[in-house]
Every structure is written in structure tokens, then in C-alpha cells.
């Protein structure tokens, strides 16, 4: 039995079609009167308790109802019991300011416990962990890539995405703050779109979009192009930042066959491509002498990045009898070459760093889930994979004087480290249906990394879901939690070299960066009010040994990771979703804490001052932040008149109480807040076409000016600013 609304329903424990329950799931898509326009792409939606509006099975054929059918059966081998679940099905995607337009981050913000951050440290983190987020798409984990700027992650080739977050079952590991769990979309969409979306500051985004079936197979392929005169986060305060273009382009392709009755083969793949510019902060004096000069332009400073990221997954899914299965291969090549201006770095920084960072994974993973009773299903699998990195850093500096003071007469430093290492994880868990409306969640894993520093764990979860009656969910678990460092990340460097330049340490020691271990503790409810409202309350708290942690510290915009050797998190968040016939809205709010004491590895990248404070204070983390929230509507215009009817109005914001900065992060940025909007409407432009959609935007309605970052904090090199106002036009001919 399900009660519905605003495309929420809470499952009573014992009656999920999924068998997948034991989850507090709220969706924050709408119930439109009109189907969205691919809403049958997100097999599995209703397996988890969303009931999304599916265009009618004949429309696309068999292949569409066998897609639909090994959805549901992949939804029964990927539990989310005793976790808390948040989605964002396709037409609420569409339906958000921007639309498949909004990078991949902004996208995510509008979750709950999602904090916003600049785009060289990932753009945002759930529950204020850094970097701790695992990506999954159609159930397959992709493997970690190379921090940098791209979001290799395009919405528009997204059928939905959870956020789940809590004492997640042993299934989950690794990377363990938060899974953000993609299904893609597929062939259901039965045809293609071509658009152009563009605004101020020289953006213009094309893009195309094509779908469809052939017999059993199914099939969904789309590419963009980016370019934009704001590529990451302003350094000033500016409408338009100086030297700050980029050029994009991403690709996704989607292919499933079905090999027999029980047997299907599906290959997903996707390319990024990205060039930027470092934006510059004019007027700002150098600092240095170089070749003989010492008289520089700050607002000309040439620094440069490139990233290219791939990914391709094979995947064998099959179902027989009471067991569901899915054996994956994956692959991922990834690389960040952040190239200097040699003659502006060094007279602004003293070092001109040319990094270089590339890493190719290729790995299994086997999934299987198998009812041996009907209130039992027991759920195991193994992950493994092989990782080749490089680490090179080429620094241009220069020498110091017995009294310190630099000399003119630069030379190079090379840093160059390599390395293979593995990772492997086995799980096993037991879904215990104790009574109707009971559901117990426990099992085992065990992760082994062989890396700089190798290490293993086992990690015991546990969890419990109760439904005392129809629209009410009580959840509470417990999971022990083993995350190692990304192998690239945490590469070994010599202080030593440094000694006697302009790039010197203040502190020599360099501790190898050790695998985080956490226990964490999640209780949460969810509750329908009235016809059309639920609202949702979770609860968590953690303790971490060697906390891992990034940070940026040069002017190359990549990251380096460390410990801090105790650290606790908690918080609450609150979230409530509302639907009234075409009109639907939603709000999040957290409230959170992350505090951690001695840094006890990668000690040269802070000063001794910061560090002997560390030691004996518990401070925040520089990602922290207290207060977070997010909301938003939608509204379909019907029986209005003419002018109006069939146009969609929508709105979202989100408000930051300001991630920390100072000495020892024991100040913050000041709070903040982005409201943006958005209208879209469906027109007949040429007779006999599809329709074409029409799609105006304001993103920062209010034009507020809000620092992301202000240049200090442990590993902050530069002051960031959200973006300034833009106003954004498109259209999107369908076919």
C-alpha cells in the first residue's frame, strides 16, 4: 500500500514492489497533468517509491517494456533499506531553472544537506564531508577521477538522481557521505531535441539529444558544447571576471540489448573535454623579481588548465527464478594538466608550477540479490579494480639568500611520482522482513586498498525501518565505514626539495595520508501531514579517525589530501515537499557541524603556527558550514487564458550561513543567499514538427554579491564569488 503525494510515497514496510524498502524516500518531482517528455527513461523510479508519470508501454514498443522490466529487477539488487533517499526524477529536472542547462553541481544543490563550494573543490559536499561522494549510474560505481573543474556529469543525459545519505548497507563503500545514484536515460525517449541555450558573459550552449529503440535494442545519445566567458568562480567582485573562458564539451551514449528472455547487455559511456583560463585579480603588485623584471600587469597573467575525463561501463544484468544479477566492467581515464604563466607566477608567487596528473582505472564489480525466503533476501557481491597514476610537478623557482631573500636567477624542480594500486570489497548483507511493517537490514563488508600505504577493514552495518501505519517512517542504523584516500590525490612528496627557495616548506614532515575509518549513527522520519504534504527529519553523527581532507595549496588549481587525526560530524536536516494539482514546491534545511584536531599527515602544506593550534583545538573543517538550505517551485499554467496556458513558472534558491576562512578556519565568509527563475513554454513553430520549447532564465535574481571563499582557511589560495546576475534564453526543437 502507497500514499502519494507530490510524488512522494511512503511505502508501508512489507509492501514495496522493490523489495528495496526500508528507505525514507522523498522525490522532489511533480505530478504534472502532462506527462514529462521522457518521464518512462527512469526505470526503477517506482521501484523506489516514486510514481512518476510513464508514458503508455505501446508507445515505444516491446524494447520498452523489457527496458522497464530489468530496471525494476536492478532496483531489487541495489537496496536502499535504512537509508534516508531524496530524487530529482527527469521531469523535475526539467522543470528547474536552466533545466538540463545548469552544470551537474547546481543541480545537486537543490538536495538536502548539500553545501555549495567553488568549482576546484568539487562544487559541493554533502553533510560537510569534502570529496567523500561516490557516483553511480544504473547501479555500477564509477570509479574516483582527478579533482579538478569539470562536471564530467551532464543533466541532460540524466533520468533521475537520488541522493542517498545515512547508515548506508553494506552494499555502499568507499566513498560513503553520500551516493549519488544515476539512472540514465534511455531509449524511452523515442526520438530527439536539438537546442541552443545562451546569456550574458558570452555563453552559448548547443545541444543534441537522441533516443529510441531497434527491435530489442534500446538506445540514447547526447553531446554539448560549452563556451563562457565564466568558466570558474570569479576573484573579484566584478560583474565580468578577467581572463576567465572556457571551452567544454561533453558526450554520453547509452546502448542495452537484450540477449535473451532473462539476459540483457548494456554499454554506457561518456567523454568530457575542457579547456579554461585562471582568472586573474587586477591591480594586485608583485611580490618578486624574475628575469630581470619585476613590473608586471596582474590582470595579464596567463595560467591555463586543461581536463579530460572518460568513462565506459559493459554491463551483463540477469534475472532467473529468485535471483538478480548484474557482473560490470568499468573503465576511467582521467587527466589535469595545469599549465603556469612561468613569468607573472613567479613574480606574483615565486613559484611557476607546471602539474600534471593522469589516471587510468579499469576494474569489476558483480551485484547479485536472492530471495531464498519470502521475508529474506540476502544480497552480496565484490568490487575490484587497478588504478595507474602520475604525479608530475614541474616548479620554476627561486633560490634564497643566507637571509632568505631571493635571488634573481630561477631554475627548475621536478617532482615525479607514479604508481599501480588496487582496491577490493566484498559484501554480504541479509534483508530480514521481521513483520508487515518491520524491516531489519544487516550485513558485513570487508575492503582491502593497496596503495601508498596499504590497509584493510571489516565494517559491520546495521539498520532497522518501521512502518507503524500508512504515510509514517521510522528508520535508525549504525555503519562502520572505511574510505581510502584517491590514490592520485595522496601521491608522496619530498619537503626536502623545497629547501632553500621561494617554494620552501615552513614544515618538513610529510606523513603518508592514511585511510579514513568512521563509525556512523543515523535515525531519521518521514510523516505525511495531509493529502499533499510530507515532511522529513533526519538525524546523524559521526566519529572519524584520520579524517581525510583536500585542499589547494598553490596557484595550480588542483588538490593534495591529508588527515586530521580525530574529527566528529553531526547535524539535522529538515525537508518538506508539497503538491497541489499543477503546483508543486519543496525546502531543505540543514543544520550541521564538523569540527577535527591534529592534522597528522601531509604536515608541509601548513604552517607551524596552524598546526601546533590544531593539535590541541578542535576546529572546523574549511568546507564546514552551520546553516544550509534549499527550495524551490513549480507551477503549470492551465485554464487561465490563451496567452498563459501551457507555460511553467519555476523558481529555487539556496542560502549558505558561509564556509570558513581565517587563521585555523575560526572565521567564516559572511552568509549568502541565490534566488533564480525560470519560464518555459511549448510552441508550434513549423506545422506538422514537434513542438519546440521556449526557455527564459535569471540565475542571481537579486544581482547579490557573495563571496564563496576569501583566500584564507586551510588550503585556500584564492578569494572566489558566486556569479553574478545572468539572464538566459533557449530553444529546444524537438523531433
Known amino acids: 500500500m502507497a500514499g502519494t503525494i507530490l510524488g512522494v510515497t511512503a511505502y508501508a514496510a512489507g509492501h514495496d514492489p522493490a523489495a528495496a524498502q526500508g528507505a525514507s524516500n522523498v522525490n522532489l518531482g511533480e505530478i504534472s497533468v502532462t506527462a514529462p517528455r521522457d518521464s518512462a527513461s527512469v526505470p526503477g523510479t517506482a521501484a523506489q517509491g516514486t510514481p512518476t508519470p510513464v508514458a503508455a508501454p505501446e508507445a515505444g514498443g516491446s524494447a520498452a517494456v523489457e527496458e522497464r522490466r530489468f530496471g525494476e529487477a536492478r532496483d531489487r539488487i541495489f537496496t536502499k533499506a535504512g537509508a534516508t533517499v531524496t530524487t530529482l526524477n527527469r521531469s523535475a529536472i526539467e522543470s528547474q531553472p536552466q533545466g538540463d542547462n545548469q552544470p551537474f553541481n547546481q543541480l545537486v544543490l537543490q538536495l538536502p544537506g548539500v553545501t555549495q563550494d567553488n568549482a576546484s573543490n568539487g562544487g559541493f559536499h554533502v553533510r560537510n564531508e569534502h570529496a567523500n561522494v561516490q557516483y553511480r549510474i544504473n547501479g555500477i560505481q564509477i570509479p574516483d577521477g582527478i579533482s579538478g573543474f569539470n562536471q564530467f556529469l551532464d543533466p541532460a543525459f540524466i533520468g533521475s538522481v537520488s541522493l542517498i545519505t545515512g547508515a548506508l548497507p553494506a552494499q555502499y563503500g568507499l566513498r560513503t557521505a553520500g551516493i549519488l545514484d544515476i539512472q540514465a536515460r534511455t531509449g524511452a525517449f523515442e526520438g530527439g531535441s536539438v537546442s541552443l541555450y545562451g546569456g550574458v558573459r558570452g555563453t552559448i550552449t548547443p545541444t543534441f539529444v537522441y533516443g529510441g529503440h531497434d527491435g530489442a535494442t534500446d538506445y540514447f545519445f547526447s553531446g554539448r558544447y560549452f563556451r563562457s566567458n565564466l568558466g570558474i568562480e570569479n576573484t573579484t567582485s566584478s560583474y565580468n571576471p578577467v581572463h576567465d573562458h572556457t571551452a567544454q564539451g561533453r558526450e554520453f551514449s547509452y546502448v542495452s540489448t537484450q540477449i535473451d528472455p532473462d539476459t540483457r547487455l548494456t554499454y554506457i559511456g561518456g567523454t568530457f573535454i575542457g579547456r579554461y583560463q585562471i582568472p586573474n585579480t587586477p591591480g594586485v603588485a608583485p611580490s618578486f623579481t624574475a628575469f630581470g623584471q619585476s613590473d608586471f600587469d596582474s590582470s595579464r597573467i596567463n595560467q591555463r588548465q586543461n581536463e579530460f575525463v572518460n568513462f565506459n561501463v559493459v554491463a551483463v544484468q540477469r534475472s532467473a527464478g529468485d535471483v538478480d544479477m548484474q557482473l560490470s566492467y568499468f ?405
Open 331 to 735: 573503465q576511467r581515464y582521467s587527466t589535469v594538466h595545469a599549465k603556469p604563466d612561468v613569468l607573472g607566477n613567479l613574480l606574483f608567487n615565486g613559484v611557476a608550477s607546471d602539474v600534471y596528473r593522469s589516471s587510468l582505472v579499469n576494474g569489476v564489480q558483480s551485484d547479485s540479490a536472492w530471495r531464498v525466503a519470502p521475508d529474506h533476501t540476502l544480497r552480496f557481491g565484490f568490487f575490484g579494480s587497478v588504478e595507474q597514476t602520475l604525479n608530475n610537478n614541474n616548479n620554476i623557482v627561486l633560490p634564497l639568500d643566507t637571509f632568505g631573500n631571493p635571488i634573481d636567477a630561477p631554475f627548475n624542480q621536478n617532482d615525479r611520482v607514479s604508481k599501480t594500486g588496487g582496491l577490493v570489497s566484498v559484501y554480504a548483507q541479509d534483508e530480514w522482513h521481521v513483520a508487515d511493517r518491520l524491516i531489519l537490514n544487516y550485513g558485513l563488508r570487508f575492503d582491502q586498498m593497496y596503495q601508498f600505504v596499504n590497509a584493510n577493514q571489516v565494517s559491520p552495518r546495521a539498520s532497522a525501518t518501521w512502518t507503524p501505519f500508512d504515510g509514517t517512517v521510522f528508520h535508525a542504523g549504525y555503519a562502520r565505514q572505511f574510505t581510502p584516500p584517491q590514490q592520485v590525490l595522496a601521491a608522496p612528496v619530498n619537503p626536502g626539495l623545497t629547501v632553500g627557495t621561494t617554494n620552501q616548506a615552513e614544515v618538513l614532515a610529510a606523513s603518508p595520508v592514511q585511510p579514513e575509518r568512521a563509525d556512523v549513527y543515523d535515525i531519521g522520519v518521514t510523516q505525511r501531514i495531509l493529502p499533499g504534504l510530507e515532511v522529513g527529519v533526519d538525524g546523524y553523527y559521526k566519529l572519524a579517525h584520520n579524517l581525510l581532507d583536500d585542499g589547494q595549496f598553490g596557484q595550480a588549481y588542483v588538490l593534495t589530501e591529508f588527515n586530521y587525526a580525530r574529527a566528529y560530524n553531526r547535524g539535522v536536516e529538515i525537508k518538506a515537499t508539497y503538491t497541489d494539482g499543477n503546483f508543486s514546491a519543496y525546502g531543505n534545511v540543514a543544520f550541521a557541524q564538523q569540527k577535527a584536531r591534529l592534522i597528522d599527515t601531509g604536515q608541509y602544506l601548513f604552517g607551524a603556527d596552524e598546526l601546533n593550534y590544531i593539535a590541541t583545538h578542535y576546529i572546523y573543517t574549511d568546507h564546514a558550514q552551520n546553516t544550509t538550505a534549499s527550495g524551490g517551485f513549480s507551477y503549470l499554467v492551465r485554464g487561465v487564458s490563451p496567452l498563459l496556458d501551457g507555460s511553467r513558472f519555476s523558481m529555487d534558491g539556496i542560502f549558505g550561513s558561509g564556509l570558513r576562512s581565517g587563521f585555523a578556519n575560526t572565521s567564516h565568509v559572511p552568509a549568502y543567499y541565490q534566488i533564480n527563475l525560470g519560464v518555459t513554454r511549448d510552441v508550434q513553430l513549423v506545422a506538422g514538427w514537434k513542438p519546440a520549447q521556449l526557455r527564459l532564465d535569471v540565475v542571481n535574481l537579486t544581482d547579490k554579491i557573495y563571496q564563496l571563499r576569501d583566500g584564507t582557511g586551510l588550503g585556500v589560495f584564492a578569494a572566489q564569488y558566486g556569479q553574478r546576475r545572468g539572464v538566459f534564453a533557449g530553444i529546444a526543437q524537438a523531433f
